[in-house]
C-alpha cells in the first residue's frame, strides 16, 4: 500500500444497528468504531449494542438491522476524538457531526 492510499485507507467507520434499549422501541443507534476493516467494525458496533438492549436479527420495516454508513479517516478520527480500537457509542439521533 502506498503512502497515499494509507491517508485514504479508512481507519474507522460510522456504524448504524438496530437496537431496542430496555422499556424503547426498536430503533437505530449509532456507533463511532476505530477499526479500518469494515466488517470488523460492524461486529464491534454490534458488540456494544447488545450491551445496551435488544440488537434486531434481521430487517425492521425495510432497514437492515447493521449498517456501514461512512468510512472515516485517521484525520476524521483524530478531529473527533475516537483511537483507534475504541469504540464509541453516538445515541439514536443521526450523528451529522460525524457524518460530514
Known sequence: MSE???RIAPAGWVIGVMLAPVGQPMQRHYFGVGHGDRAKAEWTAVDQAVRDGEVASGPVDGTE???ALQPLTRARMTT????AGQVR???WRYPRRWLS
Open 89 to 91: 457509542p453516538l445515541g
Open 4 to 6: 497515499s492510499d494509507a
Open 80 to 83: 473527533l476524538g475516537l483511537a
Open 65 to 67: 438491522p447493521v449498517q
